[in-house]
């Protein structure tokens, strides 16, 4: 099977297909080797997803935006997939992140007893990766139904994943809410289909007006994807399916899958609905539940004593920030205004990722050497584990959003946003939001350099899992450098927010 | 028209009915029978769609998009009575509400 | 005429669904969720679906049922009563959304126009006769792909759960009342036949790989409860490759049609590509289907065989 087939084709074309395709070979292959070559193939496989999403994005970056049509049907008949500027940042937030956790949860699994984990995380795990590239291509709303069953199924059965009660507990109540918010999805398609008898996004987002029909729609999709996004008030599930699932599947699902639905809701809401007159009170309301769960979130992992739980409630914290975005877009009347909020937008969700997946990764290493995330297990670590100790301050840092990092960046242009648009009540967000986080990076911080005689630390980490956590949390800051291109990403001749983009 | 109309509604009352349940029972078996009953409205809808074209013949889109959907169910229901029965083995019940209790445990 | 046989069907699918929510006992609920099914499988044969009536008949009603039923014996006593209540909280929103949909339904245009059309103009193109095969194979071929996809990570997951790799493990044991075995020898030869039929009927008319698929699933699970051991048997990288088969062949074609055209999944001229992934996608179906089923936890069966 030409796993490795060439990324390049036709000289300067690349291929962006080989997203999809090679990690879907990796897990089948995966599942049909023995286990011993499971991690090879696992890492193989990462790599070259990794090398892949970077020649993409360089092709995307010089020539702009694609669009492929599947099975040379095109739409509205076939199926169609778009790679814009705003996929590309989140294949590569995938990439990123997927590589590192790959290359961790190589050294993870091998313990002893966690290798009967290793033989069903590697082809889930792939399985997830592949569908979170096609959730990023897609166009076509009944696809995105089948996608987010793969991502919602795969992240589930990776969440139950150290079968302890607790855990699977915590993964059926997820599952159940991603199929009850699957259902409500399904239906949204169905009224749209009424209205325009389409499914493509893009020609949905041509013809489609206001109605009821519409707005049925976009309540029933907007409350499906919020609710798999984990913004309040239906956020309960994600505290216990992130925080008990093994490290690395933490940093995934934290860091990658509650992306994914919001990535969908940013599809429907701008390109499905962009002609609808129909969103101007909701956006209003969503960013209210946002600014709510900014606030809630935090407060909720200021008061957590084991570190795991504190990095999956501030997860709630920083997601609602994205929601931010919503009313921002519809009551800034100054076009260059939404185009900060955007970025602003973008820049969380990018961060947030990098950031997240850092932290839980450092929660796995400390795990690993003390056997427990109490916070109290945490002293005399900074002596020990200093590159752990880094990591977490790193990625604080970032969460925080002091400068210069990726945080910094996101919450600053937002801030911008928010005056120029008027909306005063919306500041409390990252304003109040920043204090609280300060304060629960600030308690995990202060646990860690406190020493203790009595207490003898903890047991080694392998190399490789610090290196790979503390270069995540590296990104997170670096990230904010590199705020040119991503707003190069989101401008006309890279971004498909022109409604019916064709394929240039 | 009005045989459009009759199933149209009959799929969305169906469907609130199923989140109704979903929501009120606490007992896993019953949230996962509910969900169904709302994949039922939301295929009902989509088929009551492909009957109104007009022509004789049957809109195919719909009818493929609920085949997919139907195999899509079964896999979630059935991954989902797997969990639940898992839960069952290690905890000895099987309801969502007593989390709180086993974490601490 | 028809107007009243819809009313009725309406009225007893949402009568049906109410008592299923608010039935007492498990048991109960779940043989109305039964009868739920073949009143759909009634409803999609009057509104012109007969392939979904096939499916649902199998799969809502059947398999979902075996699936239910079976979970239920390993959960509690079947007969274990439920505190029903109505509660307002929930059930007046639940009422409004129904109001809005309601509402909006009456804005469905008179003079909708779904792809029917398109997908007509564009068939004789496929080499396929039949719109409904033609569109899950062809034209939105990659919604089947992850379709097949999410069938066989549900078993990965299944298997995830029960921490083994190996079907045997997972299986429940033989049941031991098994069903008489003349049934199996009358019923299976001629269920392999139907749905080997079904799948060649699906090139032009009702039917194809999903309908064959179920057909052969249910072939399977009943050759199981009847105490053959034939299932577990089979050699375990052979279940491996046949639970794939229906998503490789998908990735085959994927990979293959990289090089030859610009466009993923596009594929040759030829019925034989597509006949080749409707065989392997049936054969997963069917294997997939099973082993979901059969896969479960086996605890209870234990008590229940003493």
Redesign the interface.
């Known amino acids: 099977?030409?796993v490795g087939?060439p990324p390049e084709?036709y000289g300067n074309i690349t291929?962006p297909?080989?997203l999809i395709?090679i990690p879907?070979?990796g897990a089948?292959l995966c599942?049909?080797f023995p286990?011993v070559l499971r991690r090879l193939t696992g890492l193989l496989s990462a790599a070259l997803i990794f090398s892949n999403s970077a020649i993409l994005t360089r092709s995307i970056f010089q020539d702009g935006a694609r669009r492929?049509?599947?099975?040379?049907?095109t739409e509205?008949?076939?199926?169609g997939?778009s790679i814009d500027g705003l996929s590309i940042l989140f294949i590569l937030l995938t990439a990123v992140v997927g590589l590192l956790v790959s290359i961790y949860s190589a050294s993870f699994f091998s313990a002893a007893q966690e290798q009967?984990l290793a033989?069903?995380f590697w082809?889930?795990w792939l399985?997830l990766w592949g569908?979170l590239n096609?959730l990023f291509f897609v166009s076509d709303i009944?696809?995105a139904y089948?996608?987010m069953?793969?991502v919602g199924?795969?992240a589930?059965?990776?969440a139950?994943?150290s079968?302890t009660s607790a855990s699977?507990t915590a993964a059926l109540r997820y599952f159940l809410l991603t199929m009850a918010g699957s259902m409500a999805f399904l239906l949204g398609v169905g009224?749209i289909?009424?209205?325009t008898?389409?499914?493509d996004m893009y020609l949905v987002g041509t013809v489609a007006d206001g109605?009821?029909?519409m707005?049925?729609a976009l309540g029933l999709m907007t409350v499906a994807l919020i609710m798999k996004t984990a913004l309040f008030p239906f956020h309960f599930w994600l505290p216990p399916a992130h925080g008990e699932a093994p490290a690395p599947v933490s940093a995934i699902l934290s860091g990658l899958v509650i992306k994914g639905s919001f990535y969908l809701l940013l599809r429907i809401w701008f390109t499905v609905f962009q002609n609808s007159t129909v969103t101007t009170h909701a956006a209003a309301l969503i960013g209210l539940l946002g600014l709510i769960a900014v606030i809630w979130g935090s407060y909720q992992a200021i008061i957590q004593t084991r570190l795991k739980l504190i990095i999956a409630y501030s997860s709630i914290g920083q997601v609602g920030y994205l929601f931010l975005l919503f009313p921002l877009i519809f009551m800034t009347p100054d076009p260059a205004w939404k185009t900060e909020a955007w970025t602003a937008c973008i820049f969380q969700a990018i961060s947030h990722g990098l950031a997240k997946a850092a932290l839980f990764l450092a929660a796995g290493n400390l795990i690993q050497a003390s056997g427990t995330d109490d916070l109290r297990s945490m002293r005399n670590i900074a002596d020990k584990l200093p590159m752990t100790t880094f990591t977490l301050a790193l990625a604080g840092v970032s969460l925080m959003g002091l400068p210069p990092s990726g945080g910094f960046v996101a919450k600053w242009m937002l801030l911008q946003s928010i005056l120029a648009s008027g909306q005063w009540w919306l500041a409390a967000a990252p304003i109040l939001g920043g204090l609280l986080t300060a304060a629960y990076v600030f308690k995990i911080l202060s646990q860690s350099f406190v020493s203790d005689d009595k207490k003898s630390c903890c047991g080694n980490v392998s190399f490789v899992m610090e290196k790979s956590a503390l270069l995540l949390a590296l990104f997170s800051i670096l990230i904010g450098f590199r705020a040119n291109e991503v707003i190069f990403l989101l401008s006309e001749p890279v971004f498909f927010i022109i409604p019916g983009g064709q394929s240039p | 028209?009005?045989?459009?109309?009759?199933?149209?509604?009959?799929a969305?009352?169906?469907?609130?009915?199923?989140?109704?349940?979903f929501?009120?029972?606490p007992?896993?078996?019953?949230k996962?029978?509910?969900l169904?009953?709302m994949a039922?409205g939301a295929?009902?809808f989509l088929?009551?769609?492909?009957?109104?074209?007009?022509?004789p013949?049957?809109?195919?889109?719909?009818?493929?998009?609920?085949?997919?959907g139907?195999?899509?169910t079964?896999?979630?229901?059935?991954?989902a009575?797997?969990?639940?029965?898992?839960i069952?083995?290690k905890t000895g019940q099987?309801l969502l509400e007593h989390r709180r209790k086993d974490t601490e445990t | 005429m028809?107007?009243v046989f819809?009313?009725i069907?309406?009225l007893s699918?949402?009568g049906v669904?109410?008592r299923?929510?608010r039935a007492r006992e498990?048991f109960q609920?779940?043989v109305l969720?039964i009868t739920?099914?073949l009143l759909?499988s009634l409803?999609?044969t009057r509104?012109?679906?007969p392939?979904?009536a096939i499916?649902?008949a199998a799969?809502?009603a059947g398999?979902?049922g075996v699936?239910?039923m079976d979970?239920?014996g390993?959960?509690?006593s079947p007969r274990e009563r439920?505190k029903?209540v109505i509660?307002l909280k929930?059930?007046i929103p639940?009422?409004f959304?129904?109001g809005?949909?309601?509402?909006?339904?009456?804005?469905?245009?008179?003079?909708?126009?779904?792809?029917?059309?398109?997908?007509?103009e564009?068939l004789p193109q496929t080499h396929l006769e039949y719109?409904?095969t033609?569109?899950?194979l062809?034209?939105?071929?990659?919604?089947?792909w992850?379709?097949l996809?999410?069938?066989?990570?549900?078993v990965?997951?299944?298997?995830?759960?029960?921490?083994t790799?190996n079907i045997k493990g997972t299986m429940l044991p033989a049941p031991a009342e098994p069903v008489g075995s003349w049934i199996v020898k009358l019923l299976l030869p001629l269920m392999v036949l139907i749905g080997g039929y079904l799948l060649w009927l699906g090139a032009f008319a009702p039917g194809g790989a999903?309908q064959g698929g179920v057909v052969l699933a249910s072939a399977g699970v009943m050759l199981w409860q009847s105490g053959h051991p034939s299932l577990g048997l089979m050699p375990r990288?052979w279940w491996?490759?046949l639970l794939?088969s229906g998503?490789?062949s998908f990735?085959?074609l994927?990979?293959s049609s990289?090089f030859y055209?610009?466009?993923?999944?596009?594929?040759p001229a030829t019925k034989t590509w597509i006949l080749g992934v409707e065989y392997a996608a049936t054969l997963s179906?069917a294997l997939?289907?099973i082993s979901?089923?059969l896969?479960?936890?086996a605890?209870n069966h234990e008590n229940k065989g003493v």
């Open positions: 099977m030409p087939a084709r291929v297909e080989l395709l879907f070979t089948i599942f049909l286990e492929l049509h599947l099975g040379g049907w509205p008949l076939g199926i997939m009967v033989r069903h082809p889930l399985f569908a096609s009944f696809n089948v996608v069953e793969l199924i795969s589930a059965a990776l139950a994943l079968g699977l009224f289909y009424a209205r008898g389409l499914l109605g009821p029909l707005a049925m | 028209m009005t045989t459009v109309i009759i199933y149209a509604l009959t969305t009352t169906l469907f609130s009915v199923g989140l109704y349940g929501a009120i029972h007992d896993l078996i019953r996962i029978v509910s169904n009953i039922g295929f009902l088929i009551s769609l492909a009957y109104h074209t007009g022509s013949e049957v809109d195919p889109v719909p009818q493929a998009m609920v085949l997919t139907i195999v899509v079964i896999s979630a229901t059935a991954f009575l797997c969990l639940a029965r898992r069952k083995e099987c | 028809d107007l819809d009313l069907i309406g699918l949402a669904s109410w299923i929510v498990h609920a779940i969720f739920f099914g759909l409803a999609w509104l012109k679906s392939d979904i499916a649902e799969v809502g398999l979902a699936l239910l979970t239920l390993a959960l509690s439920a029903v509660s929930l059930l639940c009422l959304l129904a809005l949909m309601a509402y909006s339904i009456l804005y469905i245009p008179e003079d909708f126009q779904g792809l029917g059309i398109v997908v007509r564009a719109p409904i033609a569109v899950l062809d034209f939105r071929g990659y919604d089947t992850l379709e996809g999410v069938l066989l990570v549900a990965l997951g299944v298997l995830c759960i029960r921490r790799d999903f990288l491996k490759i794939c998503f490789l990735l085959i994927a990979f990289l055209t610009d466009q993923l999944l596009t594929h179906i997939c289907l979901l089923v896969g479960s936890p605890r």
